[in-house]
């Protein structure tokens, strides 16, 4: 598996790693062997960075990837967490003292002294432009509570913001061949100031495998069942915000742009790993065998101008009028 520098982190990751939303049940429910199981298959498929958060099940995606490092010492394994989404998204939350708060409990759930890395977890958009806030998170990482801090943004001028900020780490934003903005003005930003992209929803939450029909139907717990308009958090989260139906017939005309041999999904995550600037992508995985599927597309060969051309055409016809205006 190849490896990159995570921006000013100074640390190296694979080009693929793992998203663990699915872990929190947020997906449907996931027995805790299977989830130990997923974490295991990856790591021994070269991945060497699990993103998370405090609120994936509330802690439980934490407590489980914890579990894991205290079975697994000396991994190598990154983990970058997440923070902010436990009270109101109201700028006056984001303080140092609910950072202390926030980070001394994804500490406990994951058995470590220091957090490898902390992203604010999509905040309100004036946070970012928040001198105390990014004080605050200098204090902790001064004080050896997180060794570095990103955002997770939902639009692209948040991340053009936080890149500009001397310490922000990392970006995580959604990046996938339905959601093309973000190569226009954020990669550059972020190749030039040295700050590492770590593109997630990188499936379109599935609709990229091409496994999807219109008939398709999500279990109730499942945020592509209840946020499929936006009713919990940002709809761009869920399928990034393209409608279903749309979505679909979208992604069978990007099955058709996948080599031969290779699965849609693995074309959909190397395409996004070829880009310039990306850092990592972090698929998440429900079983060992999508985990190992997920990894395997960090070594392909080069995808192919005709390739990143269909993409762009697709994006274009279905998406850019209701995706580029809004994130």
């Given amino acids: 598996m190849q490896q990159r520098q995570l921006g000013r982190t100074g640390r190296d990751v694979s080009v693929i790693g793992l998203g663990t939303w699915q872990l929190g049940s947020d997906w449907g429910e996931v027995d805790p062997a299977d989830a130990r199981a997923v974490l295991d298959a990856s790591a021994e498929a070269g991945v060497t960075i699990f993103d998370t958060a405090d609120v994936y099940g509330d802690g439980r995606s934490e407590s489980i990837i914890g579990e894991w490092l205290a079975a697994n010492p000396g991994s190598g394994v990154t983990v970058a967490t997440k923070m902010g989404r436990r009270l109101p998204q109201e700028p006056e939350n984001y303080s140092l003292a609910n950072f202390r708060a926030w980070t001394d409990r994804s500490r406990r759930n994951l058995g470590v002294e220091t957090l490898d890395l902390v992203q604010l977890h999509c905040p309100p958009t004036p946070v970012y432009s928040s001198d105390e806030v990014f004080d605050a998170l200098d204090t902790l990482v001064d004080e050896g509570v997180m060794a570095a801090y990103g955002v997770s943004v939902e639009e692209t001028s948040q991340a053009l913001t936080a890149i500009a900020r001397p310490g922000t780490a990392t970006v995580q934003i959604i990046l996938n061949a339905f959601r093309l903005k973000p190569l226009d003005e954020v990669l550059p930003a972020a190749r030039e100031a040295g700050v590492g992209i770590i593109a997630r929803v990188p499936l379109a939450s599935g609709l990229l495998s091409g496994k999807y029909t219109e008939d398709t139907t999500f279990a109730e717990s499942d945020h592509r069942n209840y946020n499929r308009s936006g009713d919990a958090f940002d709809v761009g989260e869920t399928f ?37 600037g990306v850092s990592t ?24 101008d005709d390739f990143r051309a269909g993409v762009t055409r697709i994006y274009d016809e279905y998406f850019r009028e209701i995706v580029h205006p809004r994130w």
């Fill in 240 to 276: 990034s915000g393209v409608p279903f139906e749309r979505g679909v017939a979208a992604a069978r005309e990007f099955s058709a742009l996948a080599p031969a041999g290779v699965t849609p999904a693995q074309a959909a995550l190397a395409w996004i790993a070829q880009l310039d």
């Fill in 281 to 304: 992508v972090i698929p998440g995985a429900r079983d060992p065998e999508q985990a190992r599927a997920n990894a395997e597309a960090g070594s392909l060969p080069d995808l192919g």
